[in-house]
T-cell receptor
């Protein structure tokens, strides 16, 4: 059964700092990995989708990498801003529908 | 930009009552899903729907739950007799193309509170 773990559970950084969020999954037989952003009480906004054949994807200040064989992904956020404060969720799709981690709650302090 | 829309945004109901949550997926999408998130917990898969039938469901999706696509645009989740533990945020999602490689788009969610 696929399990997704995200570390750290919470992170607080000063504005302008670069940061890395980690995601690991137990079954490397995945088709893709997706990073989402969730604001309190709100829905899930897709940030980046990485197919299993890809190593990374970039969108603006965000860069996600995927190491399928070791079951890891990282989300790199450059030059963090207070508006980046949210919970970031990692989810993997394989033989089962999307399985989510519990998320990393990010606070960027001005 | 096309989006998944859900109604209601918040519903409060008494235990034992029936609830219907509604979703309008993105129009050219073929696969539809319901997920739920109990407060403070992970987002969990409930059911997927393709070609007018359930393609997969989780252990959570028991006989109290049903899904329907009544008119080609709406996608509904019905809970027949709500329990306290059904209180959660319910998310509808959709994607086009192949099930396993498509990017999943989520709605804003429907918060269900069972009293």
């Amino acid at each position: 059964k696929q399990e997704v773990t995200q570390i750290p559970a919470a992170l607080s950084v000063p504005e302008g700092e670069n940061l890395v969020l980690n995601c690991s999954f137990t079954d490397s037989a995945i088709y893709n990995l997706q990073w989402f952003r969730q604001d309190p009480g709100k829905g899930l906004t897709s940030l980046l989708l990485i197919q299993s054949s890809q190593r990374e994807q970039t969108s603006g200040r965000l860069n996600a990498s995927l190491d399928k064989s070791s079951g890891r992904s990282t989300l790199y956020i450059a030059a963090s801003q207070p508006g980046d404060s949210a919970t970031y969720l990692c989810a993997v799709s394989g033989n089962t529908p999307l399985v989510f981690g519990k998320g990393t709650r990010l606070s960027v302090i001005a | 930009e096309p989006e998944v829309t859900q109604t209601p945004s918040h519903q409060v109901t008494q235990m034992g009552q029936e609830v219907i949550l509604r979703c309008v997926p993105i129009s050219n999408h073929l696969y539809f899903y319901w997920y739920r998130q109990i407060l403070g917990q992970k987002v969990e898969f409930l059911v997927s729907f393709y070609n007018n039938e359930i393609s997969e469901k989780s252990e959570i999706f028991d006989d109290q739950f049903s899904v329907e696509r009544p008119d080609g645009s709406n996608f509904t989740l019905k809970i027949r007799s709500t329990k306290l533990e059904d209180s959660a945020m319910y998310f509808c999602a959709s994607h086009r193309g192949q099930r396993v490689t498509g990017e999943l788009f989520f709605g804003e969610g429907s918060r269900l509170t069972v009293l």
